[in-house]
């Protein structure tokens, strides 16, 4: 189907939106610390979707719901380049990601007409991706000339708007300009490689839901998720999602999720900027208060103080994976905060930094968009937060992580690898 094509067919499908409540949503993002707020802007294409309150009512009555009250189990509490380019318009950073605003995701649906996933090929194929080392500068207009206004990270994505003169218009995030064409793929490009650059998450709807071993009610309960967490889905069921939380690989009931697929979107001069400097602000905040920060996770004179830890030869993040190491053996307690009495892998990560004065959020979704962005494992530092589906650590150095891990076997030391993570984050 041609543009035009596409257009009149927006008009059709909004109005069949209109009746059938399917369509594309705004997902507010997750609640991270003021302190260490993260800029880049992402995207989500949300699925059809029934009214999970209804459903939730008839689950509930039955005793094996997947949607549970208490907590008993464990879980969190709760993210190549194609060419050589030239140094104007592909150069290096880091790629960001978080989500956009109703506003975008309106002009995604005007664009592309992308409702449900019966049509995600025709949105897909709307989407132009930025296939670079680091990033593709967004310009005012079509030339080398233009001003830069923001840009696009490799594997990033903008809503196709127009050509000219070999440059797309887009639309990404807040940001409207030009790429060069030949740093970017569209069309059927984009349809095959938007499923390889985004991420499909399943996020929790309910107040704690059940991980169970098999897609059956009957099954054994293999874990607890509280709501909103994000997980990565691995395979989608006839009611039943496949995923990955730290127990292993269980499945959930497809309605107590909402799915959607995230993609990574542009960043202006001005986000970008903003990003830098509060970044800045918050480690300078951070190592003061560190340097006169003690200890306030436990009264146990065998509990070393975070100052201890903070030398002149050392770094501040050293200094976190040195002390977050000394609670291994201790016990993990679902929601719980206490290095020393229980805690769950958010909570864990969250107490940690706490002595170190910073606020995290008690979420490992939220966790994915704290600090600034690391890329991969193979760049991670001692202190870094690693984040994985349904769960958060702390990499230690020497590729390794201390994470409260599961009911059975508390905190824990692990393999970084041992799962693949979802992003690196850092702190200071």
Same mark, same amino acid.
């Given at each position: 189907m041609n543009r035009v094509g596409k257009q009149f067919a927006v008009c059709v499908l909004t109005a069949a939106v209109t009746f059938t409540g399917a369509g594309i949503e705004a997902m507010a993002g997750s609640s991270v610390t003021s302190v260490l707020p993260s800029a880049g802007i992402g995207y989500e294409l949300a699925t059809d979707q029934v009214e999970v309150s209804n459903l939730q009512e008839d689950e509930q009555s039955n005793s094996s719901a997947?949607?549970? %009250?208490?907590?008993?189990g464990s879980s969190s509490s709760s993210s190549s380049g194609s060419s050589t380019t030239s140094t104007k318009e592909a150069t290096n950073t880091t790629p960001l990601s978080s989500r956009v605003d109703e506003e975008v995701l309106s002009d995604i649906e005007e664009a592309t007409g992308a409702t449900t996933t019966t049509n995600e090929e025709e949105t897909f194929s709307n989407l132009v991706i930025a296939q670079v080392h680091d990033y593709v500068n967004v310009r005012s207009g079509p030339s080398e000339n233009d001003e830069i206004v923001g840009k696009l990270y490799n594997n990033s994505v903008g809503t196709y708007l127009g050509e000219e003169n070999g440059w797309y218009q887009i639309k990404s995030g807040s940001v409207t300009g030009y790429v060069k064409a030949e740093y970017c793929v569209t069309g059927q490009a984009a349809v095959e490689l938007a499923p390889k650059v985004g991420k499909r998450i399943a996020t929790v709807t309910t107040t704690t839901l059940k991980v169970r071993k098999e897609a059956s009610t009957e099954s054994e309960v293999l874990g607890l998720v509280p709501i909103d967490d994000e997980l990565v889905v691995l395979e989608e069921l006839d009611g039943w999602v496949k995923v990955e939380i730290e127990e292993g690989e269980g499945y959930v %009931?497809?309605?107590?999720v909402r799915l959607s697929t995230e993609f990574v979107q542009a960043e202006s001069k001005a986000e970008e900027e903003a990003r830098l400097a509060k970044e800045q602000a918050a480690k300078e905040a951070a190592r003061a208060a560190a340097s006169s920060n003690t200890s306030k996770s436990s009264s146990s004179k065998d509990v070393k103080s975070a100052e201890s830890f903070t030398t002149e030869k050392s770094s501040i993040g050293e200094a976190v994976a040195a002390f977050a =190491?000394?609670? =291994? *053996?201790?016990?993990? =307690?679902? *929601?719980?905060?206490s290095l020393t009495n229980g805690c769950d892998c958010s909570g864990f990560v969250m107490s940690v930094y706490a002595n170190f004065g910073v606020s995290l959020p008690h979420s490992s979704a939220a966790d994915r968009n704290v600090g600034a962005a690391v890329d991969g494992l193979a760049n991670a530092q001692p202190g870094d937060i690693v984040c994985y589906s349904g769960h958060v650590a702390i990499y230690i150095g020497g590729g390794q992580i201390v994470h409260a891990s599961t009911s059975k076997t508390g905190i824990i030391i692990s393999n970084a690898n041992y799962r693949t993570p979802l992003a690196v984050r850092r702190i200071f």
């Open positions: 997947d949607s549970a %009250s208490s907590s008993t %009931s497809m309605d107590y =190491v000394q609670f =291994v *053996g201790n016990p993990y =307690v679902y *929601g719980g905060t």
